[in-house]
């Protein structure tokens, strides 16, 4: 017995964590772009990136970035960087998406550039865990040129001490990621448990 149904949904965005992705511009300037397709494995985070973002033509050029993860209570900031683009020109699609053309991401979205350590994009100060990364490899796949899959290796690690507990674990219960669940913003709910392997 069984009460699915088939449907055809237009995206698949099925509640993965908003990463803001801070690039340099050509100008030596940073450009954030929002994404929410990453997982990490390690140390190493990937990232799914669409042709056409100023994102991924930066890091084509000039290979490191920051991994932002905003907090739930971020999201509007989040939201109003959604219809921008560091790229000029933009791509026709993004024209047709109403994006426009924004070189300072970071005041349009009431955000703060604090300097990075290891790579040379900035970081953003409000996001309580902060992850200086640079690119292993950028792969566009044969069956589906639309996007690209880019691996990153992280190199620094910068977190609140709010949301750290002892000397390197990450407190759960006071991390509250941004989510993405088929294009509305949620945070977490309470706990439900943890893993075997879980050390907090
Ligand atoms: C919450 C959110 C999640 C997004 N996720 C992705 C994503 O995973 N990959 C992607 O390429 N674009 C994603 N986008 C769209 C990019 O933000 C958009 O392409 C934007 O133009 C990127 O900025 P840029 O052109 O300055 O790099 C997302 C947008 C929002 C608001």
């Not at 560091?86 to 349009?108: H, I, Q, S, V, W």
């Not at 953003?124 to 691996?151: K, N």
């Not at 993405?180 to 949620?186: A, G, I, P, Q, V």
Request: with cysteine; charged share 20%.
């Amino acid at each position: 017995m069984t009460s699915h149904v088939t449907i055809h949904p237009k995206i698949l965005y099925y509640g993965t964590p908003v990463v803001l992705l801070c690039t340099e511009n050509q100008d030596g300037t940073t450009n954030i772009s929002p994404i929410s397709s990453s997982w990490a494995l390690g140390n190493y985070v990937i990232l799914g990136l669409g042709l056409g973002s100023q994102g991924l033509e930066n890091l084509r050029e000039r290979p490191e970035c920051v991994l932002n993860l905003p907090n739930a209570s971020l999201w509007q900031q989040v939201e109003a960087l959604a219809p921008l683009t560091g790229r000029n020109p933009m791509p026709a699609y993004k024209k047709e998406l109403g994006f426009r053309y924004e070189p300072d991401k970071f005041t349009a979205a009431k955000l703060t550039q604090v300097p990075s350590e290891t790579v040379r994009p900035g970081r953003i100060g409000e996001c309580p865990l902060q992850l200086e990364a640079i690119v292993r490899s950028i792969r566009i796949p044969e069956y589906a040129q639309m996007f690209a899959i880019v691996e990153t290796e992280v190199t620094r690690v910068h977190a609140d001490k709010q949301i750290v507990r002892g000397e390197h674990h990450i407190n759960p219960a006071a991390w509250n990621p941004l989510l993405y669940n088929f294009r509305h913003y949620y945070g977490l709910g309470s706990e439900l448990g943890k893993t075997y392997r879980s050390e907090t």
